[in-house]
């Protein structure tokens, strides 16, 4: 039953959540308005009938909501117009997601956050769930589809990938099962803190009941803090999981003998499965995301043998340690999700004789806390704005390292290196960087790392 409004939505930010939202909401007979400060973008919503108001007192004032794209902050010290605005007029600030809550939608909801792993452990659950369409179960968020772009039922399963940036402006959504996968530090010249980019990730346990379930994998230590104390900030069932840890955890996984061995201490279950049947990046990362899958399988009551039996059909995501081919001694590896240092360090972990390619627009800190972690590393090609802090760290840690202008260049080098080798060598795109300085995301410049590793494979 969608709740009945008497005020305007304004919506600002008209990227492909804001849109979709808007479309929905006029689609409901719900009054919307819209703006964006990009007049490029203010004519895409003219053209499909949208209406467009500037943002001030006397347009927000009769607003329930002021909805912003989940990249605009509304924590900073200078914050955009309309937050200010909004705030003097005791208007709530959300983010899409949020109306999930404030629609009444009655759906089943599963939560994925983390730094990193987000979008794959979303995808496995999703995938996983619908074997044998056990489960309606489709994938939304963060992930790339807003909710209002899918078709659903009352039976459908919403997994929702949650960013920090849609989790720091939840109000009183809430999660029937809430999955936090890892915490390193992150986004924090966005929230302006590591401590509050943490609670930011921790909202997506806020409004959860005693009824609903809370489960963290423990193999950081941030997590693990986070864990320790979770009964004192939260009313949910706690479940731990780990790939680490035996002990004191509710699920844990072991690889052993070339097998993966699951033991679920809740219905004192075990299973083994081999390795080899995986058709995806056998590392611990995936590990990780297979194990919050199995939670997710197993609190839903799904059959050990369906969720076994699944994984057949369970593939990565593209752009994360996407394997895009052989060409004679090269395999080629496309990771261009990895916008930051930890997710640069999980990939180099999963190879040895790395040709590495990385840069962009650098985050806070740079390659820090990625020296003890360059050892499957033999050359390292730098591009972008970050070229030469870049160079100049590697080569410090005893990296030999190239510094190129574009992406394209670093690559041409790197495959002339690699061709030359008698070893097996692992051409890996792992920036370590966001992607802004020369792409408009990292779907962009991983689909142009692809296209010049398809020109050389043909």
Known sequence: MIRQFNSEIFILGMGIS???????????????????????????????????????????????????????????????????????????????LEFLKILNIKNQLIGVTGTNGKSTTTHFISQILSYKNFRDSKSCGNIGTPFTDLKINKRTLLVVEASSYQLAKIDKLNFDY??????????????????????????????????????????????RRIAYNFKKNFQSKLILISCKYTENVDIYLKTENNKIKIFNNISKEYFEMSINKLNFLKALHNFQNLLAAYASSFLLNQKTDDFLSSLKNIHT??????????????????????????SAKTAIKSFKNIFWILGGRKKKGGLKGIEKNLGNVLKAYVYGECRES?????????????????????????????????????????????????????????????????????
């Open 178 to 223: 809430a999955f936090l996968l890892n915490i390193s530090k992150d986004h924090v010249e966005w929230h302006g803190t590591f401590k509050k980019y943490i609670d930011s990730k921790l909202n997506i346990f806020k409004n959860q009941t005693k009824k609903n379930f809370a489960i963290i994998c423990i193999d950081d230590i941030n997590c």
């Open 317 to 342: 995501l593209e752009h994360r340690i996407e394997f895009l081919g052989t060409f004679q001694n090269i395999d080629f590896y496309n990771d261009s999700k990895s916008t930051n240092v930890n």
């Open 18 to 96: 804001g849109i979709s939202l808007a479309k929905y909401l006029m689609k409901e007979k719900i009054p919307v308005t819209c703006w964006d400060d990009n007049p490029e973008k203010r004519d895409v919503i003219h053209s499909l009938q949208i209406k467009i108001n500037k943002m001030t007192p006397e347009t927000l004032k009769h607003c329930n909501y002021l909805v912003l794209s989940p990249g605009i902050n509304h924590q900073k010290n200078k914050p955009h117009e309309a937050v200010k605005i909004a705030r003097n007029l005791n208007i709530k600030i959300v983010t899409d």
């Open 390 to 458: 870049f160079k100049k760290f590697l080569v410090r840690n005893s990296i030999i390292c190239l510094e190129f202008r574009t992406l394209r260049e670093s690559f041409n080098q790197a495959f002339k290196d690699a061709i030359k080798q008698k070893l097996n060598i692992n051409i890996l795109l792992s920036p370590a960087c966001s992607s802004f300085d020369q792409f408009n995301n990292f779907e962009d410049r991983g689909m142009e790392f692809k296209k010049l590793v398809s020109e050389q494979i043909k």
